[in-house]
């Protein structure tokens, strides 16, 4: 059964940090690229980030390139997502997900003072 657990938000002031996990199983984590999406009532579901089966090549989304970093760690089945000085913009709820295989059922972040 492929799982995908995202764990890590929370609220946060504006220029805060928060770092995001997900955990997977069911399937071979190392063969597939992940990717980190955002979800708001507002917005239809942006890519945030993905990253390369061995973490060598990664995208970002312009909104937050220089602010986030995702990174794998094959050995765990994870995948994080690294977020820095954050902005109320940046809230939503943030799962992850591989294509044709599945994806988590999110984690909400909410930057607010």
């Known amino acids: 059964q492929v799982q995908f657990v995202e764990s890590g938000g929370g609220l946060v002031q504006p220029g805060g940090s928060l770092t995001l996990s997900c955990v997977t199983s069911g399937f071979t984590f190392s063969s597939y690229a992940i990717n980190w999406y955002r979800q708001t009532p507002q917005k239809e579901r942006e890519l945030v980030a993905a990253?390369?089966?061995?973490?060598?090549?990664?995208i970002y989304a312009d909104s937050v390139k220089g602010r986030f970093t995702i990174s794998r760690d094959n050995a765990k089945n994870t995948a994080y997502l690294q977020m820095n000085s954050l902005k109320p913009e940046d809230s939503g709820v943030y799962y992850c997900g591989v294509e044709r295989v599945g994806r988590g059922q999110g984690t909400q972040v909410t930057v607010s003072s």
């Open positions: 990253i390369a089966s061995f973490g060598d090549n990664t």
